[in-house]
């Protein structure tokens, strides 16, 4: 798991918790901040997944040609 990803949980937790905080107060503009935290967390969160295909295709390529030269 990258940095990334981490983030990404991170502010859709804290989203999370400003939408419930925001709809107990009844306070939209908070609420809404916490929905907005919640899709930037998601969108963290795929950003890190990407990351970890492109790491593994690179990974498997260096790989590959490293076996390959050697033969």
Not at 33 to 56: N, P, T
Not at 57 to 63: D, G, L, M, P, Q
């Amino acid at each position: 798991m990258n940095k990334d990803k981490v983030k990404g949980k991170v502010d859709q937790v804290k989203g999370e918790a400003k939408e419930q905080w925001g709809k107990l107060t009844e306070d939209r503009s908070i609420e809404n901040e916490g929905k907005v935290d919640k899709a930037k967390g998601k969108l963290q969160e795929k950003i890190g997944q990407v990351k970890d295909i492109f790491s593994r295709v690179a990974f498997e390529n260096r790989r590959d040609t490293y076996s390959f030269n050697i033969l």
